[in-house]
């Protein structure tokens, strides 16, 4: 009876979770030798491992990717960017294990942003509010509405649901630059998985987007400049299949569910292309990302060039950043600049002076508010 209900737990689970996983029915032992029965067989590896066996693999190889990349400094202060979905979640958990077993010396902050998805992201946001009492991490949550006066709620209402991901994108790029400079932390770091790069990877090949496939294998990205602070991702290696085993072994409390905005339909095709090949072959994905490090641009292509928006003082490759356009674009009834052919931005944006250095306007025309900083 018990046996049974073990085996119906996991094949519950396995239909509830989109990223099903291969899990062992036959009792055999562990591959490491430890002497217990393996219950998983890792996607990644193929080896049969039990839970205990599986966590150290698991952690150990995020430890290797962090030290080997030499992402983070003894008394750094880190921000986790913290969605409450299951690839931050496990970070947030993993990166609070990694920094006390190994000593990092790291202090760590949850950094949220709430895009204003009404059914979405107020619930999701609720489980990192919760993560921040389970992990002891501060957290600290900012808004769309406001750092840019705009929900998505209602930017969809404008714009409708073709374009609204470009939006979101966008915005929650920069929201997660200006919260870091915000809170003064040192890095940031994103659960962007091997899968999540491996698709930018076709992705980028398919759009011919040298200048973006160039970078979108890089563990950690900075700008030229040095007032951006760097952005990396220490599960650059790690599948997907594997972490959403982790957080089931591991009882992570996180949130499950799609954006009810429709998902960035090219993307969709991506990533539907790479879990067919890694069905086929399991390396597939470490295989497409090892492709793209390998990649060089030959000389004389012509990449775009790193400047400073003269609007809001943040990186762009153009005069104008993609959020103070689109953001322009919004506030003038004409939700398509931006989103089409570049031309007609220049004469529908008015001009401000150039900030300051070090000095960066809020968009909505409001300079650093202090209330923003309040935990
Ligand atoms: N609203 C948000 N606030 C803070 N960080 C975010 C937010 N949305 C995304 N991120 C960061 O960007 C990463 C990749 O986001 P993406 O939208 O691809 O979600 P995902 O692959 O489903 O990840 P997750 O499972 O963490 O939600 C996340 O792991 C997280 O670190």
Known sequence: MYIFLFIYRYIILAKKQKHCFQYIEMPIKCNTGCGKNAILKRPKTGHALCKECFFWAFEEE??????????????????????????????????KLLNDRYDYGLKLVLLSIDEGITGYRDDSLETVKRNEQQYDIPLKILSYEEL????????????????????????????????????????????????????????????????????????????????????????????????????????????????????????????????????????????????????????????PSQMTCVRCGHISSQEFCKACVLLEGLNKGKPKLGIGKTSKIKEHMETIPEPQKGEKTILNGVKTDKKLLDF
């Not at 995020?62 to 299951?86: D, M, N």
């Not at 095709?269 to 793209?292: Q, V």
């Open 62 to 95: 995020v430890h290797h990717t962090i030290t080997a990349a030499q992402l983070f400094k003894p008394g750094e202060y880190v921000a986790v960017a913290a969605s409450g979905g299951k690839d931050s979640t496990v970070l947030a958990y993993v990166m």
């Open 148 to 303: 840019y006066g705009w929900t998505m709620d209602r930017i969809v209402s404008q714009v409708g649901r073709k374009n609204n991901c470009t939006f979101c994108g966008v915005f929650r790029r920069q929201a997660l630059d200006r919260g870091a400079e915000l809170l003064k932390v040192d890095k940031i770091v994103t659960g962007h998985n091997a899968d999540d790069i491996a698709e930018t990877v076709l992705m980028n090949i398919l759009r011919g987007d040298i200048a973006r496939l160039q970078r979108c294998t890089l563990i950690e990205t900075t700008s030229d400049g040095e007032e951006t602070i760097a952005r990396s991702k220490p599960f650059k290696y790690t599948y997907e299949k594997e972490i959403v085993m982790y957080a089931y072994f591991k009882k992570l409390d996180y949130f499950s569910t799609e954006c009810i905005y429709s998902p960035n339909a090219y993307r969709g095709h991506a990533r539907t292309h790479l879990k067919n090949l890694e069905k086929i072959r399991p390396t597939s994905i470490i295989d497409i990302i090892h492709s793209g490090e390998s990649l060089s641009v030959r000389e004389g292509v012509r990449m």
